[in-house]
Nanobody, 115 residues
Framework: QVQLVESGGGLVQPGGSLRLSCAAS????????MGWYRQAPGKQREMVAT???????NYADSVKGRFTISRDNAKNTVSLQMNSLKPEDTAVYYC?????????WGQGTQVTVSL
């Protein structure tokens, strides 16, 4: 069993910054990929930023230049630095990890961008 626990969400004003973190624990053998997704009310879950096999990164067009994903393989953690936040970034943010052909999800953390 693998558990993913996110932290760092909250309420921030437009233009502000937040940093999300996700820690994986449990029966970890080899995590191939880790990343962040988000789901806004009434919308489908969408990819925000991910690490692909080989260490390359992939970002949604809407966050390029504002968000940065980072990973600590030794600690099995992945973080998302979010700058210049906009109201449309408001969503529940989920961490995921791919291991042994299975995708694991965290419980999500709320990010609200509002005055």
């Amino acid at each position: 069993q693998v558990q993913l626990v996110e932290s760092g969400g909250g309420l921030v004003q437009p233009g502000g910054s937040l940093r999300l973190s996700c820690a994986a624990s449990g029966s970890i053998f080899r995590i191939v990929g880790m990343g962040w997704y988000r789901q806004a009310p009434g919308k489908q879950r969408e990819m925000v930023a991910t690490f692909l096999s080989g260490g390359s990164t992939n970002y949604a067009d809407s966050v390029k230049g504002r968000f940065t994903i980072s990973r600590d393989n030794a600690k099995n953690t992945v973080s998302l630095q979010m700058n210049s936040l906009k109201p449309e970034d408001t969503a529940v943010y989920y961490c995921n990890a791919l291991m042994s052909g299975t995708v694991y999800w965290g419980q999500g953390t709320q990010v609200t961008v509002s005055l």
